[in-house]
């Protein structure tokens, strides 16, 4: 029953170094999403997808980069890592059920810092 | 564009007593509104939404919230409050339109139950 699963769960990155978080779900969710969650100001999203092979900028998009190649996977890359993007970051889908609702169901978070 | 205010950004409350999470927002069209816990070290966790009928939903672990059209509110309440409820509970809403349904989260409120 693993629902949506993040990795890793903790990086240490030195500024200019690039990575990339793997977010996997097994719920055949058709949605996903990457938020970054930073003290006092709630989740903002940074990306998300619709689908696979889809992809949409959020609220926050610049210096990632995300793909969407298999409908259960959704990357997050940094190209080149600056201080500014330390944060916890979530993976979230959801699925756009009959109802419309399609509240979304998170992964347990990525701490990365960026010195 | 969608907003969500949550005023208080630390609410304590004695064991026992009645507990209420304050939650405003705007948005065009019908308004979707959830509320999400977080316990340290974890995602969020969906506890309750309001997507249209009666104004008091309920949700998981005894908490409910009313939904007020004229004050723009989505308030969380619990009748008793336990130590163990004592987590981040963040506000969230999107319309009823878009093919994402991107939420908008609040900036969270910090709950804490006195023992």
């Known amino acids: 029953n693993a629902g949506v699963t993040q990795t890793p769960k903790f990086r240490v990155l030195k500024t200019g170094q690039s990575m990339t978080l793997l977010c996997a779900q097994d719920?055949?969710?058709?949605?996903m999403y990457w938020y970054r969650q930073d003290p006092g100001m709630g989740l903002r999203l940074i990306h998300y997808?619709?689908?696979?092979?889809?992809?949409a900028k959020g609220e926050v998009p610049d210096g990632y980069n995300v793909s969407r190649l298999k409908k259960q996977n959704f990357l997050l890359g940094l190209e080149s890592a600056a201080p500014s993007q330390t944060s916890v970051y979530f993976c979230?889908?959801?699925?756009?059920?009959?109802?419309?609702?399609?509240?979304?169901?998170f992964g347990e978070g990525s701490r990365l810092t960026v010195l | 564009a969608q907003s969500v205010a949550q005023p208080e950004d630390q609410v304590n409350v004695a064991e026992g007593n009645p507990l209420t999470v304050k939650c405003t927002y705007s948005?065009?069209?019908?308004?979707?509104l959830f509320w999400y816990v977080q316990y340290p070290n974890r995602g969020l966790q969906f506890l309750l939404k309001?997507?249209?009928?009666?104004?008091l939903v309920k949700g998981s672990y005894g908490f409910e919230a009313e939904f007020n059209k004229s004050q723009t509110s989505f308030h969380l309440k619990k009748p008793s409050a336990l130590v163990s409820d004592s987590a981040l509970y963040f506000c969230?809403?999107?319309?009823?339109?878009?093919?994402?349904?991107?939420?908008?989260f609040g900036s969270g409120t910090q709950l804490t139950v006195l023992p």
């Open positions: 979230a889908s959801s699925n756009p059920s009959g109802s419309g609702t399609g509240e979304l169901f």
């Open positions: 719920m055949n969710h058709e949605y």
């Open positions: 997808s619709v689908g696979e092979g889809t992809t």
């Open positions: 948005v065009s069209g019908n308004p979707y």
């Open positions: 309001y997507i249209t009928g009666d104004n």
């Open positions: 969230a809403v999107r319309d009823n339109s878009g093919s994402a349904r991107q939420l908008t």
